[in-house]
């Protein structure tokens, strides 16, 4: 069985950096791709950032844009959320998602990741 273990929240204060790890096993990691997602309070998860683990090709939703970066380790099946100069509008619980749909020169496929990590809670304080 594919599973993921997301690590990394915590609080941080306005305009800080904090990193987010999320472990894969039970797959071949190449085949997949892997995103972050986060949920608000009372909303729906939503895609914020996502990586290929085959060609490494990312995308990132625009408000992430330039401040958050996604990577992989394929040795380690290990992927990375890097996110710097965080808001307050960032605090969210977090969660790493994985899809086998893969497809070269995207991963922003939302709605065919299916295999979910727990959630780990950024708070982001003025």
């Known amino acids: 069985d594919v599973q993921l273990q997301a690590s990394g929240g915590g609080l941080v204060q306005d305009g800080g950096s904090l990193r987010l790890s999320c472990a894969a096993s039970g797959l071949i990691f190449e085949d997949y791709s892997i995103a972050w997602f986060r949920q608000y309070p009372g909303k729906k998860r939503e895609g914020v950032t996502c990586?290929?683990?085959?060609?490494?090709?990312?995308h990132s939703i625009v408000d992430v844009r330039g401040r958050f970066t996604v990577s992989k380790d394929n040795a380690k099946k290990m992927v990375y959320l890097q996110m710097n100069r965080l808001k307050l509008e960032d605090t969210a619980v977090y969660y790493c998602a994985a899809s086998s749909a893969f497809s070269w020169g995207t991963c922003q496929h939302w709605h065919t990741y299916d295999t979910w990590g727990q959630g780990t809670l950024v708070t982001v304080s003025s």
């Open positions: 990586i290929s683990l085959n060609d490494g090709y990312t």
